[in-house]
Structures are given as C-alpha cells and as structure tokens.
C-alpha cells in the first residue's frame, strides 16, 4: 500500500467525501467498490448510525475489503457480490441516501448504462445523491465505453435519466493507488420525475 493510499484512508478520504455530502447516519452504495478506497472512509463518514454496501463483480477485492473493514473494526459494511451480467442492484427502493459512481462507468456499455441509472434512481430515496466520477472520458486519459465522450456528455447522458446536477467541482482524489484530479459530478434525483 503506497503512502499516498495510506494518506487517504488515515483522515483525507473523509474530507473528500463529507465534501461531497456524504454525512453521519447515511444509508451509501459504493457501486463498484474494488478494494475500498472509497467504501472505508464512506463507513467512517456514516457511523454506526449509518451503513454502507460494498458492490463489486469480483469476489477478491470484496474479501480484501471485508478483511481491511475488520482490522479497522468496521461493522457498518455489506458486501454485495453481483455477476458481470447482473444489472439490478438487490436493494430495496428508495433505501439509499447516496450512490458513489466513482471510475466505474467506462467498463459499461451505453444500454447497460442507462439500466443502471435506472436502477440508481429506484434505490435511490427522495432526492437523494449520485456521485460520479467519470474518469476516462475523451479529455481524461480516454479509455473504454467513455473514450469517445466528454465531460458534458456523461453529464447530459446522466441529466437524461431524471437527475439533475447539483454541483460539479474538480478536486484531488485517489486513482488506482495514486493521487489524481479530476471531475466529481453530484446529481440529485428529480422530485415528480418518477417514473417506476
């Protein structure tokens, strides 16, 4: 674990997210978590008054997780292993205070996008937060699904699925073990926009 890595989870994490709004008693969905970088400080941020589920496709990161939660004595965790081609997210509707989207959405394809914004919605209480980190689009080391999109269009793509955006800033945060800036784009879901 680099020194940056370290930095982040002993203090700078939890500014980021308290940042962004992510507070005491929150209900959160770290939505592919991978090891935790962001699964960690959210449970910090939540307390034991709140909780966070830790969602990933592979197992590995989850348990690697789950054991740096238990050194840590977190208990507010819950991991939630999906299948690649699984897109519901098991949760209850409207259960969630906010959604991390954080470097994910270049490994998905435009159709399953849109699947998961939907889902994000439906979890999603009245209006609640979705937070996106969308690395890798065309002016941010271009790569996968968002390779051919900018900044605004992810934007708009999002804005499409009955969210609005609140609030964009550019800020310093951990990229595959690095520290990185880079665009956070927080949405807040559209009152009377229901569409379930």
């Not at 307390?47 to 997780?65: P, T």
């Not at 098991?90 to 270049?106: K, M, P």
Request: glycine share 8%; with cysteine; aromatic share 10%.
């Amino acid at each position: 674990m680099g020194i940056n890595v370290k930095d982040w989870l002993n203090g700078e994490a939890e500014v980021f997210l308290k940042d962004i709004g992510i507070k005491k008693g929150d209900v959160v969905l770290d939505f592919g978590c991978g090891t935790g970088s962001y699964t960690i400080p959210a449970a910090e941020v939540v307390n034991k008054e709140g909780k966070v589920y830790a969602m990933d496709k592979d197992i590995k990161s989850i348990n690697k997780l789950m054991k740096i939660a238990k050194t840590k004595d977190l208990k507010n965790i819950i991991p939630l292993h999906t299948k690649s081609e699984e897109l519901k997210i098991n949760l209850e509707s409207e259960s969630i205070d906010a959604v991390l989207l954080y470097d994910v959405l270049h490994y998905i394809g435009a159709l399953e996008r849109k699947m998961i914004y939907e889902e994000i919605y439906r979890i999603l209480k009245e209006n609640g937060l979705l937070s996106v980190y969308p690395k890798h689009h065309k002016s941010d080391e271009p790569l996968g699904n968002l390779s051919d999109m900018e900044l605004d269009d992810v934007e708009e793509e999002i804005k499409s699925h009955y969210f609005y955006l609140q609030r964009k800033f550019y800020k310093k945060l951990l990229h595959n073990g690095d520290y990185n800036r880079g665009y956070i784009l927080n949405f807040r879901k559209k009152l009377g926009g229901n569409k379930y």
